[in-house]
């Protein structure tokens, strides 16, 4: 069974532009998350998908905004990028989000100059 | 809010021998799981253990286990004969009905040989 697969790996960007980081999830899964790790803040929730739909979203500002494709495929965008969103990007998926494991993917390490 | 603490931001153990990764955890829900990752160098976040709240036999996965204490809202890992495939950063996650996970700050383990 693949995992999930976060594309691309890395990324560098300048301020003000805009970037989309896609997630496959597991096969079967219908929950997809975002979360930020930063050195400063650590972990932190952007959003959650299901079946579409953003069932739950974190304290990030409307810049950070996402999808969810009827394949269970998310991508998540930022625009007018900033110093400050220079981060890595992580992924997960589980069956049904809460209450269930969540299995992450690699990542994607968005630098910002 | 529910908050998830860490309070050893490092640790270091010997090869073979046992350390104990120690997390408290607050939440006002009364069904949730907690879970520890573990993130090596890769950054891949892997999954090592999780404790449904409703259980009150401790979980356990072949070397690691934990000591769960729900009156307490303690939730410590305890890593058996370490190998030095074990260093990694530790995170303990809260996961509730709101479909994301709370993390920790994280503790990073070395293990000497």
């Known amino acids: 069974k693949a995992g999930v697969t976060q594309t691309p790996r890395y990324l560098i960007k300048t301020r003000g532009q805009q970037v989309t980081l896609s997630c496959s999830p597991i096969?079967?899964?219908?929950?997809v998350s975002w979360y930020q790790q930063t050195p400063g803040q650590g972990l932190q929730f952007l959003f959650e998908?299901?079946?579409?739909?953003?069932?739950n979203k974190g304290n990030f500002p409307g810049r950070f905004s996402g999808r969810q494709f009827s394949n269970s495929r998310s991508e998540m965008n930022v625009s007018t990028l900033e110093l400050g969103d220079s981060a890595l990007y992580l992924c997960a998926s589980s069956l049904q989000g809460y209450f269930t494991e969540a299995f992450f993917g690699q990542g994607t390490r968005l630098t910002v100059v | 809010a529910q908050t998830v603490t860490q309070s050893q931001p490092e640790m270091s153990v010997q090869e073979a021998e046992t350390v104990t990764l120690s997390c408290t955890y607050d939440t006002s829900e009364s069904d949730y799981y907690l879970f520890w990752y573990k993130q090596p160098p890769s950054r891949q976040m892997i999954l090592v253990i999780r404790?449904?709240?409703?259980?009150?036999q401790n979980a356990t996965e072949n070397r690691f286990s934990v000591n769960f204490q729900k009156a307490a809202k303690s939730f410590s890992l305890k890593i058996s004969d370490s190998q030095l495939g074990d260093a990694a950063m530790y995170f303990c996650a809260d996961g509730g009905s709101q479909g994301n996970l709370i993390f920790g700050k994280g503790t990073k383990l070395s293990v000497k040989p």
């Open positions: 404790q449904e709240a409703y259980k009150q």
């Open positions: 998908y299901f079946s579409e739909t953003q069932r």
């Open positions: 096969s079967g899964h219908r929950s």
